[in-house]
């Protein structure tokens, strides 16, 4: 299906101004592309984790490490304003993937912790 047939859906089909349609449609396919990107790289970035997480279970280290957190959140907020996004969204959302990492390596170090890609029931 070429993109001239592809369906529009929701409210780019109610855009009736052709050239406006087109932008969102192309800016919206841009933002899917990126959307996929982020998945893939936080795929990766778990990927790295777990291997950390297996590292600490095997040498009894601690699941949390609060001064490379610290570290790596003001790392991240300068990159963030120098990238001219919101500093607090960006530790908003490292925190977020800092607590999941956190909960992977406890899982780890008590053995309950599933491959990337285990089906789970339910």
Same mark, same amino acid.
């Given at each position: 299906? #070429?993109?001239?047939? &592809?369906?529009? %859906?929701? =409210? !780019? *089909?109610?855009?009736?101004?052709?050239?406006?349609?087109?932008?969102?449609?192309?800016?919206?396919?841009?933002?899917?592309?990126?959307?996929?990107?982020?998945?893939h790289l936080l795929a990766e970035?778990?990927k790295c984790t777990q291997q950390?997480?297996?590292?600490?279970?095997?040498? #009894?280290?601690?699941? &949390?490490?609060? %001064?490379? =957190? !610290? *570290?790596?959140?003001?790392?991240?907020?300068?990159?963030?304003?120098?990238?001219?996004?919101?500093?607090?969204?960006?530790?908003?959302?490292l925190n977020f993937i800092i607590?999941?990492?956190?909960?992977?390596?406890?899982?780890?170090?008590?053995?309950?912790?599933?491959?990337?890609?285990?089906?789970?029931?339910?």
């Amino acid at each position: 299906m #070429s993109e001239e047939s &592809a369906p529009e %859906a929701g =409210e !780019a *089909a109610a855009v009736s101004d052709r050239a406006a349609r087109e932008r969102l449609l192309y800016l919206r396919s841009s933002i899917d592309n990126l959307d996929a990107a982020l998945v893939h790289l936080l795929a990766e970035r778990f990927k790295c984790t777990q291997q950390v997480g297996e590292l600490k279970a095997r040498h #009894s280290l601690p699941p &949390a490490d609060p %001064a490379r =957190e !610290a *570290a790596q959140i003001e790392r991240l907020r300068t990159l963030a304003a120098d990238a001219r996004l919101d500093p607090a969204f960006a530790e908003k959302f490292l925190n977020f993937i800092i607590s999941e990492v956190v909960r992977h390596h406890r899982a780890i170090a008590e053995g309950t912790h599933e491959a990337p890609g285990t089906p789970t029931d339910g």
